[in-house]
């Protein structure tokens, strides 16, 4: 497809113009509804009584299926169109939010963040097909920046919600039904951005390789990469409970802040290192990553919630110029018919990243307690962005000079 005609007047070409923002606004509201459990899980767990080990699980079935979902029918858009792909993806997710709203257990919870992955890995996918579609520079940006905003927007929405207003855990998810509803409505008012053709069964079949020239490269970027989102994973699942634990602060509005934080900042980073280098990027996102963390840390023990939320900040434009540059540097090797392969290894990579480390810190949090398991869970991602930039500088292909 070609990009908007600015000039066109139609009802067809005005729908098109209104075609990105209606896809961001969708995108961003996916990934909204995915991070708006996090500020609850304490309530969860007081409820329901369960461990943080429990709390992990929970957390890491949503990047588990969101995974499954990329790699199985992450191509069918292609096949089927994008708007049934988004529409069926929007249904499942109301599914997922109706299971939240019944919760009698965290067997529910669980059964809901499957459901909410797959609905999630289908939609981004497909939506960030169809942004590219419609303007394939500025849809590349907008699939960078609209799930890093919806994520805050959820956890720092929710926690607005359980500081303010009655019944959080259902008021959340009617509002979350009801923007969803919406969605669905506006969608078959936006044009399809791609045409039906066969092969739609073969496209299930998972394709994960990573090409000869790329491999080098993929592994010497390897531990930033696990790095990166080892911290998002730890913040999306336990920081409210150790804001509380570390600082003694209750109000929900704090913890969900500080996992704001993260992604703001990130998305902040992602937007205005856009036109750098991977290079350049990477020399801004390895050492933000390490003071973030340091000062993170310090924060936590000195109880100080202003020191933390700084940190995070920090942290945060570390964590999204690091994913950008690392996109940035694999994904030119790859040729295009190898693009979708190196892909779903890079997917397969993060999202593990993104959920087995957090498991892990709620063993720890159970046996040690949340500051302990917080220190051992930083001094290992700290050893990882080491271990990275010596992977780095030691390559033979040199795919950035980071230091």
């Known amino acids: 497809m070609t990009s908007l005609d600015s000039t066109a007047s139609t009802p067809i070409s005005a729908a098109r113009r209104l075609a990105p923002s209606y896809y961001a606004a969708t995108s961003a509201l996916f990934l909204a509804a995915s991070s708006a459990p996090t500020p609850l899980y304490r309530l969860y767990q007081q ?21 499954a979902a990329l790699l199985i029918v992450g191509s069918i858009s292609d096949h089927l169109g994008r708007r049934p792909v988004i529409f069926a993806s929007i249904l499942l997710n109301m599914v997922a939010i109706a299971l939240f709203l019944m919760a009698k257990g965290p067997d529910w919870l669980i059964a809901a963040r499957i459901v909410q992955g797959f609905a999630t890995g289908a939609a981004v ?109 730890f913040y999306l699942s336990l920081v409210p409970s150790l804001v509380t634990a570390t ?20 998305a902040a980073a ?15 996102g390895i050492p933000s990553m390490t003071l ?68 892990l810190a709620g063993f720890l949090s159970k046996a040690l307690g949340f500051a302990e398991a917080a220190d051992i869970y930083a001094a290992a991602i700290l050893l990882l962005i080491g271990w990275g930039v010596v992977a780095l500088r030691s390559s033979r292909e040199k795919p950035l000079s980071v230091v």
């Open 247 to 266: 600082t003694g602060s209750t109000m929900p509005l704090v913890g969900g802040s500080v996992v704001a934080a993260l992604t703001i900042s990130g």
């Open 125 to 233: 996918s497909s939506i960030g097909a169809a942004l590219v579609d419609l303007d394939p520079i500025r849809g590349s940006i907008t699939n960078s920046l609209a799930p890093l905003a919806g994520m805050a927007i959820g956890a720092l929405g929710t926690s607005l919600l359980i500081q303010f207003a009655p019944a959080p855990t259902i008021l959340v998810y009617i509002v979350t039904l009801a923007l969803l509803a919406l969605q669905a409505v506006l969608l078959w008012l936006v044009p399809e951005t791609t045409n039906r053709r066969a092969g739609a069964l073969a496209s299930l079949k998972p394709e994960v390789a990573v090409p000869q020239q790329a491999r080098r490269t993929l592994l010497a970027l390897t531990p930033i990469n696990v790095a990166v989102w080892a911290l998002a994973g």
């Open 292 to 359: 973030g963390i340091l000062t993170i840390i310090a924060g936590m023990h000195a109880a100080e919630v202003s020191i933390l939320a700084s940190g995070t900040l920090i942290a945060g434009s570390g964590f999204g110029a690091a994913f950008l540059g690392t996109v940035r540097s694999i994904m030119p090797l790859a040729k295009p018919d190898e693009r979708a392969g190196l892909l779903s290894a890079f997917y397969i990579q993060s999202y593990l990243a993104f959920s087995v480390p957090a498991i």
């Open 270 to 284: 992602v937007f205005l290192l856009r036109r750098r280098s991977a290079a350049t990027i990477m020399k801004f």
């Open 47 to 67: 409820a329901f009584a369960f461990s943080p080990v429990l709390l992990t699980v929970i957390f890491a079935v949503y990047a588990f299926s969101l995974l």
